[in-house]
């Protein structure tokens, strides 16, 4: 069979070197190693060839012109869906990771207003006076203040004894003044 390189390709069917290409990148349209294209290739993605008129060559140009527009539109309408696909999986994730947080924020939430657990406190812990055993002491929750307590007496203790520390020597002196 015929081969035909892209250049002739397109003076036979009147298109213009941009569409072919534009069908070879597509996939619609192979290239061999050579470079060159079967024309049974040509034949089945264009159809057979017409017979060249002055009148026909340039309504085959402007027919070539316009489906390079239409290829660029096409191309232009692909990467705008495409675009639209991520940003739409974009915002179900930005969604999905909204929820999650707002479930955190409650069960912090929850936990933070959790009833505190109540303190047992016994009325007579040592009686002045000897009773007998078998009397219970009563026992009495206390509900813990809703204000912290403030405790202004914070000391730290200081040993009563503390030794100074030595004076700092130099390297020297440890050896020529060994015990003072």
């Keep these: 069979m015929k081969k035909l390189s892209v250049s002739e390709l397109a003076k036979l069917y009147g298109y213009s070197r941009q569409a072919v290409y534009a069908h070879i990148n597509k996939g619609n349209l192979s290239k061999g190693s050579d470079g060159l294209i079967d024309f049974?290739?040509?034949l089945r993605v264009f159809g057979e060839p017409q017979k060249k008129d002055s009148g026909?060559?340039?309504s085959q140009s402007t027919n070539?012109?316009?489906l390079t527009e239409i290829d660029l539109l096409k191309r232009q309408v692909d990467i705008l869906e495409k675009?639209?696909?991520q940003s739409l999986f974009r915002e179900n994730q930005s969604l999905e990771r909204e929820s999650f947080y707002q479930e955190q924020i409650e069960a912090m939430q929850r936990l933070l207003e959790a009833p505190r657990p109540y303190t047992?406190?016994?009325i007579n812990p040592e009686p002045?006076?000897?009773e007998p055993?078998?009397?219970e002491k009563e026992e009495v929750i206390a509900i813990p203040p809703?204000?912290?307590e403030v405790i202004e007496n914070n000391c730290i203790s200081v040993p009563e004894h503390v030794e100074p520390e030595p004076e700092k020597r130099g390297f020297l002196s440890r050896f020529f003044l060994p015990n003072g």
């Design 128 to 130: 002045a006076h000897s």
């Design 40 to 42: 049974s290739e040509a």
């Design 56 to 58: 026909v060559n340039q």
């Design 83 to 85: 675009q639209l696909n």
């Design 146 to 148: 809703e204000e912290p």
């Design 120 to 122: 047992t406190t016994s």
């Design 133 to 135: 055993t078998t009397k």
């Design 64 to 66: 070539s012109q316009n």
